[in-house]
């Protein structure tokens, strides 16, 4: 006897698993529209759907409820965001310098790309808690990449993990600050100034936190 399965049978040629997929990305391109766009507030189930011409029978058939969804488009972004990171650090030399400016240059290349971007970080994370919970984590996954770029561009590290990972926590958390205010308009200067500010700053926080390790110890 034969087994069927109804969900699994094709639809003018495409797999079901392939048609729910395509939902699925659908949706989440709706998501990152609206919440890129319109902000928090306005990213709701039922405009989501719209969005992407779908009803609300295959949003449910994805996302549990508009929180997943918003968790979703962030950490779709965020996993966009870390292979710039990633793909910069490895094309650059193994230098301090020459691997921090390629990697800065390319979070700036990221963020401004797509101006929606700029705008979930300015608008979407401050205005939603659960998105400021899912911040913390997203900063400790980039003091992560932090650390370890420090130990690949360094022929000796003179720091305790410990201090490795305290330096990367307050230098991404600043940043992240920094940038923000910048993307708002709070801050009168240009891109390339703030390129450069940001490897000398995250250049010098490195030997800072030396000196700082020794008189600790």
Not at 84 to 105: D, E, K, W, Y
Not at 180 to 196: A, K, M, Y
């Amino acid at each position: 006897m034969t087994s069927r399965n109804p969900r699994a049978r094709p639809y003018g040629g495409v797999p079901a698993d392939e048609r729910r997929a395509r939902r699925r990305a659908a949706l989440l391109a709706a998501g990152l529209e609206l919440l890129g766009t319109q902000g928090w507030a306005a990213t709701t189930v039922r405009k989501v759907c719209a969005e992407a011409g779908l009803n609300d029978r295959y949003f449910y058939e994805n996302f549990t409820d508009r929180d997943t969804l918003l968790l979703a488009i962030v950490d779709d972004q965020v996993a966009q965001g870390t292979d710039v990171i990633l793909s910069a650090a490895r094309r650059a030399p193994r230098h301090p310098q020459a691997r921090t400016r390629a990697v800065v240059t390319a979070v700036f290349d990221f963020l401004t790309t797509d101006p929606r971007r700029a705008h979930i970080l300015t608008h979407a994370f401050p205005s939603s808690p659960l998105l400021q919970r899912r911040r913390i984590e997203i900063i400790r996954t980039m003091a992560a990449i932090f650390a370890v770029q420090t130990h690949e561009t360094l022929d000796q590290v003179p720091l305790s993990d410990a201090d490795v990972e305290l330096t990367g926590l307050t230098l991404t958390a600043g940043l992240w600050e920094l940038f923000t205010t910048w993307f708002r308009g709070g801050l009168d200067v240009d891109r390339d100034h703030l390129i450069d500010y940001t490897v000398a700053l995250t250049l010098s926080t490195a030997e800072l936190a030396a000196p700082l390790h020794h008189r600790l110890h």
